[in-house]
């Protein structure tokens, strides 16, 4: 890490007052004043599906983006991502809804994707409007994926990839869960930076389903099983 933390003003990192405090203390490498940044916010009312659209998804993207423009080191993204991380784990029993939605999600960054908190966010909303949610994490082989599916029999699988080089994998990872039950397979979405980047990206990798962020990607699922769960 560099000797001085990195100083952001409203001017070069245009985020939403609480989004930048978080942010400017986990530059500073104070983790726990920045997890008490948003308990303070929680307190004040702000709702857990907020946090992760208006706090914690700008801020990861934002730490993305100076790490794309060396203006932070690898190390310094890897504690931002981490202390975000588990953030998420202490907040997540609040998230599990009482209601059930009676759908089942699996959900899984594809190969060896390192990148795996926007998947986990993903997975998070899906819990919170009621789907038995099955996330497997980063770095998960095929072999395990097509198990957890043959196990669970989800009604919707959702893939990540962040970096583009991992396209080709998700590809034909989704030409193995459809050519393994052709007839049964489940509603397969997909997401990441290549996919909201490159137009029609994810119907050229055979997937059924696209979204940009956690909020549509619950809204997409419903909408695409909902003449099945009638």
Not at 26 to 32: E, F, G, H, K, T
Not at 59 to 77: C, F, Y
Not at 81 to 104: D, V
């Amino acid at each position: 890490m560099a000797d001085e933390p990195l100083v952001c003003s409203q001017q070069e990192i245009p985020l939403p007052n609480v989004a930048r405090e978080y942010l400017t203390e986990l530059l500073a490498r104070n983790r726990s004043k920045a997890h008490q940044v948003i308990r303070n916010a929680l307190q004040d009312g702000l709702s857990i599906r907020d946090l992760y659209l208006t706090i914690l998804q700008p801020v990861q993207q934002e730490v993305g983006r100076l790490w794309l423009i060396n203006r932070v080191s690898v190390a310094e993204e890897h504690f931002c991502t981490a202390a975000t991380q588990s953030l998420m784990l202490e907040l997540y029993p609040q998230i599990i809804s009482s209601k059930r939605a009676g759908l089942t999600l699996v959900a899984a960054c594809v190969g060896p994707e390192l990148h795996e908190i926007g998947m986990r966010m993903v997975a998070d909303f899906f819990e919170m409007d009621g789907w038995d949610t099955f996330y497997l994490g980063a770095a998960i082989s095929d072999s395990q994926i097509m198990s957890a599916i043959e196990e669970r029999k989800p009604d919707l699988v959702a893939l990540s990839a962040t970096m583009s080089y991992h396209i080709a994998t998700v590809q034909e990872l989704i030409g193995i869960i459809k050519g393994s039950c052709p007839d049964t397979a489940p509603r397969i979405m997909v997401g990441g930076v290549p996919f909201n980047t490159v137009p029609n990206l994810w119907r050229s990798v055979g997937a059924d389903l696209w979204a940009t962020n956690a909020e549509q990607a619950v809204q997409v699922a419903r909408e695409s099983l909902q003449p099945a769960t009638v």
